[in-house]
């Protein structure tokens, strides 16, 4: 069973087309796959060309836990490039229909760099979603906008936002690794998203640069994130604190942001070819 493995600054996936599966990719089946030491090894798995009566292929993304996402910016980005790659697509600019939505992806410089129109993000709680609200109730909808979330010995002001999938967005005057890795994973199961949720701990450097530190939705610590990007920058401007182009700064390298006045965004980044192979069928065996 073939894979084509590429990077999105870091966050690598592995590409599966459904045509060379030999058997259902189970939870199991991908979780095993995804393993960094027992299988492949990948923060998930995009699973397409699958046919779209909306766009011109659709696809599915997977997290290596097995679940599966409505959106992955990175992900996308590396999907266009396989399809560019593999002569599927014969004009630079094409749609794909995710579970959360109708995205439209521009190659460049042969695939090493593109741009993906990501949608419009949300702040309301029926879309993210989110429960509860500002004081403690069973559900206000509402925008989500600077609240109190509470895990073991802290509270944080957060903002929640959905661009397909969930997002919470915290706002510090410092992150580094070592706060994505303590708290996002009490964060990513909180009982205010009933969905869970992905995490982001965002410093403010100017009105066009963020850094952010990244706990995601069943997938853990990642060194980039493009729907995290797009979430912490739609965040940012949200709050006046940042202009409408942002780079988005994380530990595998940059985005590039634009935040339209509907909050619609374009996300601008790279893409890495790693290596294409085989998955043994001893892989699956134990
Ligand atoms: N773990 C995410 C999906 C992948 C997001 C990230 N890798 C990106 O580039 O957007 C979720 O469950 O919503």
């Not at 004009?91 to 042969?110: C, H, K, N, P, Y």
Request: overall charge negative; glycine content about 10%; hydrophobic content about 40%.
């Amino acid at each position: 069973m073939k894979f084509y493995k590429y990077h999105a600054l870091g966050n690598d996936y592995l590409v599966m087309n459904p045509q060379d599966l030999l058997f259902p990719l189970t939870p199991e089946k991908i979780k095993t796959i995804c393993h960094r030491n027992f299988g492949i090894g990948s923060d998930g798995i995009l699973l397409g060309p699958l046919a779209s009566k909306t766009a011109r292929f659709a696809l599915r993304i997977f997290n290596p836990d097995g679940s599966e996402a409505e959106k992955s910016g990175n992900g996308l980005r590396i999907f266009s490039r396989y399809l560019w790659d593999r002569g599927l697509v014969s004009e630079e600019s094409f749609s794909i229909e995710t579970v959360g939505g109708l995205v439209q992806s521009v190659i460049q410089d042969a695939g090493k760099t593109v741009q993906v129109e990501m949608g419009k993000v949300s702040f309301w709680s029926n879309d993210i979603p989110v429960v509860g609200d500002a004081y403690g109730g069973l559900h206000l909808r509402r925008e989500v906008i600077e609240e109190k979330i509470s895990v073991s010995d802290e509270t944080f002001t957060f903002c929640a936002a959905t661009i397909g999938n969930p997002h919470c967005v915290i706002p510090l005057a410092e992150v580094k690794p070592a706060i994505a890795k303590q708290y996002g994973p009490i964060l990513e199961v909180h009982p205010l998203f009933p969905n869970r949720t992905n995490v982001q701990f965002m410093k403010v450097v100017n009105r066009n640069t963020i850094q952010i530190e990244i706990w995601e939705r069943g997938a853990g610590y990642t060194l980039a994130s493009g729907s995290s990007s797009s979430a912490a920058a739609a965040v940012a401007h949200k709050l006046g604190l940042c202009d409408s182009s942002i780079t988005v700064q994380m530990p595998g390298g940059e985005i590039l942001i634009q935040v339209k006045d509907d909050f619609t965004i374009s996300m601008t980044g790279s893409v890495t070819k790693v290596a294409e192979g085989e998955l043994s069928a001893e892989l699956f065996t134990d």
